[in-house]
């Protein structure tokens, strides 16, 4: 089993800036993606960013050029910087982590409202 661990959602006005972070713990593989889904109400959920182990990146075309996708693989922990944020990007963020088992962390909420 894998668990994960995210931190670092909250309210912030447009325009502004988070940052995530999801630790992993547990049975790790090398070789794995992690990353960051998102699911706003009433919404299903999409991909926001995965980053490999080997540090190949794959962003959200919606995402593209305000969001950035990191990992520490020392630590399994991968980070989400989150710029230039706008009401759209309400939703609750959930971190996964993929070898060839998938797991989801609980989610955190990212609310962006004046």
């Known amino acids: 089993q894998v668990q994960l661990v995210e931190s670092g959602g909250g309210l912030v006005q447009p325009g502004g800036s988070l940052r995530l972070s999801c630790a992993a713990s547990?049975?790790?593989?090398?070789?794995?993606?992690m990353g960051w889904y998102r699911q706003a109400p009433g919404k299903q959920r999409d991909l926001v960013a995965t980053?490999?182990?080997?540090?190949?990146?794959n962003y959200a075309d919606s995402v593209k050029g305000r969001f950035t996708i990191s990992r520490d693989n020392a630590k399994n922990t991968v980070f989400l910087q989150m710029n230039s944020l706008k009401p759209e990007d309400t939703a609750v963020y959930y971190c996964?982590?993929?070898?060839?088992?998938?797991?989801w962390g609980q989610g955190t909420q990212v609310t962006v409202s004046s």
């Open positions: 980053i490999s182990a080997g540090g190949y990146i």
């Open positions: 547990g049975v790790i593989f090398s070789g794995n993606v």
């Open positions: 996964t982590y993929s070898d060839h088992r998938n797991f």
